[in-house]
């Protein structure tokens, strides 16, 4: 596995080298090592950490049981924003509505997984792994997905996690993925250890020679991502939260071209077991207003028409509130998918209401039909070789 | 009703002390713990290597001189006064919420009220910040080594994050109680964490009422703090969660048990039934095997560093509970045991942050400022007292991505005064188009780190911030760049008085150590937690030789050149930047 890794950095390790002492200025296009450069297909990953509660994202409101089981948290009629005569998105999801109408939103609804857990880590474990056995797989499932889309490219930032928790779905083995916060602090100061001086052999240390491999990783990484976003010229206004930054700096690696294939940052604070509309209504703003200017930016750019956007979550919460205005962990939520390649509209069924398993939603898509999509329509990757298994296809791609 | 209490309270533990340590608990065999004991002494290697390792994961760390101390004596005797604990640290005396500033608020207009409110959270933030110094301090002193390599650990696995419960008091009271137990007993710890009022604020208990139950506290007892998931059901969770109705903090700060809000009504829980209330719930949780498994799987693997085999975690889980959950006897088995001095296990780990930063203060015997490890450790990932989820902080590799890689060597430069942010941009020819800094966020974050998780609404105010990143060389009043807020935050933490205090030439020459690979050689002695990789001594005989020709001098004439030292503090930066270092 770890020569696999090495010899595919050493195949465009010649193109690196070259754009290394090449300066600063028009670095990107050339940078996209061993890869097709007219093609800038990406996938940026949301994920809504801590639970995100469906049912008030996508809102029956109209469904008597649902403002009955949620007397103090519910939104009423003139609280969404009408999908159809019984659904509507959060009120707070303005943007996100403007881009269903213009047909550029997918909704899939009731995503979720056969037997669910409801533990925050196990639980992603499967959203990561795409797979019941969670992290025993020992690997996420983006670099099976990179991997097979792209199996000649060989540059680090292939997949690129903004923020400080880097999901397992961006988990090898053999490599660590390139995270950062801060693209101008993302570098070494002062003595820079040689990428040179990483001896590509094995040492008998496992641990000491994957960390060689990070050490070159950065070397190769750290200048192109920083030159990206600072070159980036938009007019977008990103909201100044954490979340609005992190997708402002995607916004520069998508449209620098540096070979980021898929990019993923998250929101947190979705775990709303008190007090939920408050928390609940602030988070859909952040994430609408992110997600609208991120959107807004990318839409016109050659590489960011080639973009598109997943937004998921571990768990939807349970159907009934709980005695604090909050909701515990539950099963099935929505997911969204955004962008100029999406054919917008409803996927999948909305989950029953009055067909509940233990008080909770039975999911009615495999959240992996949306990973097998991106995967088959979009990357035109074998989905069953990313996936491991095989799984109905959706028709938003 | 359930007759049999594996541990009725502090009583039944005062009890068990001495006779756990002989071996005679229940069922237990006595000869057991004897029996690996001599093992171990059989096969056990006592060499520096192994010393080194041994003061690593029992702690964090040792200097070459400490490792020599150690080899005189037997390894016996070292683990003995690693595992019964070192002379009493003076607490840090925990200001109250009496003791805070008190202000009559009457007449105040609104404006005023939301100042004060924030002065209040502002001055508990500062009791967090300095208490948070005061523990890696006594980490680094080096005082009471496995006590506080195990608080560590239990502050991960019994965690809670200040994020949430907004209150020093009661996280560093809940603190003490980790550290006092770390060495002492899981059962008390697992008592102590239910009726913690830092735990029950943080997992939503004081919500979790007769009638209207909130499961968190409940689920996370069960999978991350007793059994493990795969151990019990979602009834299991509902009854837990209805056994713990009514635990709760009170007005006054302290533990509070509202009759009231309790659920007294029958339960079944892991197929025993009862009107089981919270102490009930942790006597039955004790008494299921998988718990002491569960728990010393947890403790040999963050030991470690990879999972025990089967036949491992049986022998240590057994030696748990036949412990009656006391921990001496299997760390002590453990530390002796010549399976924990194996090459998969040896210089294997990733260090984890603080294990990085207060063991490079360690090793090179060089005091670091609490606040810059504080600061430092949170850029890399572990910010103590915050922990990014209850399961704690992943171990192991998940400390390392490509940009704490980095940072960890730019820290580590701070650290040994030798990378200057001004410098550095200067040099670089890169002056002109600095400015990446955001003003508007920097002052917010330097007072409300903690709005950053994008639960509150301090973030959110949309500013100029996006001009500011467009705009080239934005330049500070000064006229100097702007630093990037990760890097101005740990200057600021690290002081503008601050100097390395260390003096490699004066060590170097104390001990007569004067030539190229002979000042290679011990400055990898003293600055790694492991065995060096052949290439890389050479790698930096090779550095050190072309800076010492560079100024014209022989080998050996080094340290009398007016540069030895900045000679040899850049080597030293580039050593710790490296692969090698990260590992113990």
Known sequence: MRIDRRSFLAAGGGVLAASFGAGPASAAVRLFGGGDERDGRTLVLVQLSGGNDGLSTVVPYANDEYRRVRDSIRLNADQVLALDDERGLHGELKGLKSMYDAGRLAIVEGAGYPNPIRSHFKSYDVWHTAHARGRAVGEGWVPRLVREAFPKEAAPERMVHIGKQVPYSLHSPTSAPVAFEIPESYRWFGQTPEASDAAPESTGNPALDRLRGVQADANASSRRIRDAARSY??????????????????????????????????????????????????????????????????????????????????????????????????????????????KGGLYGEAPRLDRLKDGDLVH?????????????????????????????????? | MRATHLLGGLAALLLSLPAVSAGVADGADPARGDRATAQARRSLEWNARNVEHLYNRAGFGATPAEVAAALARRPEEVVEQLVSGGAPVEPFYVKGPGEMARVDRRGLSDEQRQRLRRATRRQDRFQMGAYTNWWIEVMASGADPLRDRMALFWHGFFTSSYRDVR????????????RAE????????????????????????????????????????????????????????????RALTGMRVGIDGEYDFRRRQHDFGRKEILGEEGRFNGDDVVDILLEQEACARWVAGRVVEYLEGVP????????????????NYDLAPMLRSLLLDPAFYRDEVVGTRVQGPVDYLVGCSRRLDMPLPAGFVREGA????????????????????????????????????????????????????????????????????????????????VMDDGSAS????????????????????????????????????????????????TTDAAIADRMLDAALAIDPPADLREQ?????????????????????????????????HWLLATPAAQLS
Not at chain 1, 289 to 304: I, P, W
Not at chain 2, 167 to 178: E, P
Not at chain 2, 189 to 212: E, F, Q, S, T
Request: with cysteine.
């Open chain 1, 364 to 397: 009615t898509t495999d959240f992996r039909s949306v990973y097998a999509t991106v995967a088959q329509r979009w990357f035109g990757a074998d989905a069953e070789a990313v996936l491991g298994a095989k799984y109905p296809l959706l028709d938003f791609a």
């Open chain 2, 378 to 457: 949170a850029e890399l990932g572990q910010e103590l007292f915050f922990p990014p989820s209850v399961k704690g902080w992943d171990e192991g590799t998940a400390w390392i991505t490509t940009s704490s890689l980095m940072l960890r060597g730019n820290l580590a430069g701070m650290a040994l005064g030798v990378v200057e942010w001004e410098e550095v941009l200067a040099g670089r020819g890169l002056l002109a188009r600095a400015g990446q800094g955001r003003p508007a966020d920097d002052e917010m974050m330097s007072d409300e780190r903690m709005g950053d998780d994008g639960q509150g609404p």
């Open chain 2, 308 to 323: 025990p085999t089967a036949e491992r975690l049986d022998f240590y889980a057994a030696l748990l509970r036949e412990a």
């Open chain 2, 167 to 178: 209150n020093s008091v009661a996280m560093a009271r809940q603190h003490q109680m980790l």
């Open chain 2, 182 to 241: 770390s060495l002492g007993n899981y059962g008390a710890m697992l008592r102590g964490i239910v009726h913690d009022p830092g735990m029950l604020k943080y997992l939503d208990n004081d919500a979790n009422r007769k009638g209207n139950n909130n499961e968190n506290l409940a689920r996370e007892l069960l999978e991350l703090f007793s059994l493990g998931e795969g151990n019990y059901t979602e009834d299991d969770v509902k009854n837990v969660a």
């Open chain 1, 233 to 342: 010229r938009t007019a977008a206004d990103y909201p100044n939260s954490a979340f609005g930054r992190a997708l402002r700096v995607a916004a520069s690696l998508i449209d620098a071209r540096i070979g980021g294939r898929v990019i993923s940052v998250d929101l947190n604070g979705f775990d709303t077991h008190r007090d939920q509309r408050r928390q609940h209504d602030q988070l859909m703003r952040t994430l609408d207003e992110g997600l609208a200017v991120f959107c807004g930016d990318l839409r016109g750019r050659t590489a960011g028409d080639e973009c598109m956007v997943v937004v998921f979550s571990e768990f939807g919460r349970r159907v009934a509130e709980n005695g604090s205005r909050g909701t515990d962990h539950g099963t099935a939520g929505p997911m969204f998918v955004m962008g100029a390649p999406v």
């Open chain 2, 540 to 572: 930096l005989t090779r550095r050190l030789a072309q800076e010492r020709e560079a100024l014209g001098l022989e080998d050996g004439a080094l340290l009398d050149d007016p540069s030895a030292e900045d000679v040899l503090r850049r080597a030293l």
């Open chain 2, 466 to 513: 996006d001009q500011m990143m467009d705009g080239e060389g934005e330049l500070d009043e000064n006229g100097r760049p702007q630093m990037p807020k990760q890097l101005r935050d740990l200057r600021s933490a690290i002081g503008d008085l601050y100097q390395p205090r260390i003096n490699l030439a004066w060590r170097f020459s104390q001990a007569g150590v």
